[in-house]
């Protein structure tokens, strides 16, 4: 027997418990990303919170020509490239300037939604704890994990799933809302060209 392992925490809790507009903020965000618990959303947010002290701490070295400090910036841009946050010629201030939806954006549970093969978020994130979810040929069961840029495109049913079939019930269902959705874009892109023409 090894020694036992003890987890760290990997998020910190507010320091202000019972501030109204974070309150709600959070409330949105849980409903919009179909989150769990306001545990995964502070999760992300000591993520992108390590982000922005990383550089923030080279912002300054790298005014006094620190080749360390070069490196580490990047190293840092090719990890936020990789996981598709950032391109290769980003600044620091556009590190700074990432938000929390765009580390949401990046959860597995988010991109099989956007990726049309969930009709919500919860039944995105129900469909990858249910192991109905490849990645790159391995099923995933983590809705919180981080998609790299180079395993975007491989991302799809399980062949065990019986979602696998076209035909199933709810896929006809999320290709008609996929259908709709493009239409109404379309739409609004041809209301915006005539705008567009009109004010000319």
């Known amino acids: 027997m090894g020694d036992q392992k003890f987890q760290r925490k990997n998020y910190s809790t507010p320091r202000h418990p019972w501030e109204k507009e974070r309150i709600d903020f959070e409330h949105e965000l849980l409903v919009k990303y179909g989150l769990k618990s306001k545990r995964e959303l ?4 000591a993520i992108l919170s390590n982000f922005r002290a ?7 070295k790298i005014r006094y020509d620190d080749p360390l400090a ?15 946050l950032l391109g290769e010629n980003a600044t620091l201030d556009d590190i700074l300037s990432l938000n929390l939806e765009n580390i949401l954006d990046r959860r597995l ?6 990726q049309n093969l969930a009709s919500t978020m919860k039944q995105a994130r129900q469909l990858i704890v249910h192991r109905h979810i490849k990645v790159d040929g391995r099923v995933t ?3 919180g994990m981080f998609v790299e840029k180079e395993f ?11 979602f696998a079939d076209e035909n199933h019930p709810i896929r006809t ?14 739409n609004v892109d ?8 009109k004010s000319e």
């Open 42 to 45: 502070w999760r992300e947010e």
């Open 70 to 84: 070069k490196k580490q910036f990047h190293l840092l841009l090719s990890k936020l490239d990789k996981l598709n």
């Open 173 to 186: 269902v999320i290709a008609g809302m996929a259908k709709d959705e493009n239409e109404e874009n379309q």
């Open 54 to 60: 990383q550089a923030r701490n080279l912002q300054a």
């Open 190 to 197: 041809e209301n915006q060209k005539n705008e567009g023409e």
């Open 141 to 143: 069961t983590i809705p």
């Open 152 to 162: 975007e495109d491989k991302i799809y049913y399980s062949e065990k799933s019986p």
């Open 109 to 114: 549970q988010t991109v099989v939604y956007q």
